[in-house]
């Protein structure tokens, strides 16, 4: 993995504080998830669990509950000057009745749509997905979810350019249609977000997060 010129898997540890602190705007990981700072919210019978290991978002046995998790950075970036990287590790527990969000930047529990990137899931089908402010934005099919396993999926931004998205370090879309852009500050450096569309519980559990913005 690149940080411009800097290969990051050729670094050693005691390197990598400096680098950053040097050339990196922001940076947040997080994989031990039992004390973390939680601004999650729920509706109707969706809960969140915190674990060592993971944090859990499940929606509930009633229709329409919805459970989300944001991580906030207050004051770093806004998307024209800036590149960022966010990789998560997730498995999505269910490929029916449901519809899930996570990425970087805002995106609501409505039909309206802000600044945002993410890997958007339908029922099985996964999307890339990228959205303006004045409700524009670009979805590209990438497959079936697989519901067996926990996967790594990456969103790569390059401002003004195009963004990125991976499964497992394999490139499956390039968007460069309605990407966010402009100098406003965006504090979601990463959101998650799952809805129920029908009367079961649905499971989206997260076991780590990156977030590089320089």
């Known amino acids: 993995m690149y940080f411009d010129d800097v290969v990051l898997s050729e670094i050693r540890s005691s390197e990598l504080e ?4 040097v050339r990196c705007n922001a940076y947040w990981q997080c994989s031990n998830w039992k004390n973390i700072e939680n601004h999650g919210s729920v509706s109707g019978s969706a809960y969140i669990d915190n674990f060592s290991e993971s944090l859990y978002l499940g929606t509930g046995t009633t229709a329409n509950s919805k459970a989300s998790f944001t991580k906030y950075f207050h004051w770093w970036t806004d998307w024209s000057t800036y590149r960022r990287i966010l990789t998560v590790v997730v498995l999505i527990h269910d490929s029916t009745n449901q519809e899930i969000y996570f990425g970087t930047g805002y995106f609501p529990e409505t039909s309206v749509t802000y600044d945002a990137l993410a890997f958007k899931v339908v029922n099985g089908t996964m999307y890339a997905f990228a959205s303006v402010s004045d409700s524009s934005k670009t979805e590209v099919n990438i497959g079936s979810v ?10 790569r931004f390059i401002p003004n350019d195009r963004a990125e998205f991976y499964v497992d370090d394999v490139l499956k879309a390039v968007i460069t249609t309605n990407l966010p852009s402009g100098e406003e500050a965006i504090d979601e450096a990463f959101r998650a977000y799952i809805k129920n569309t029908a009367d079961e519980d649905k499971g989206l559990e997260i076991f780590e997060v990156r977030v590089l913005i320089w």
């Not at 400096?18 to 602190?21: R, V």
């Not at 697989?146 to 969103?155: A, G, V």
């Open 18 to 21: 400096e680098i950053l602190a």
């Open 146 to 155: 697989d519901t067996t396993k926990e996967h790594k999926y990456t969103i």
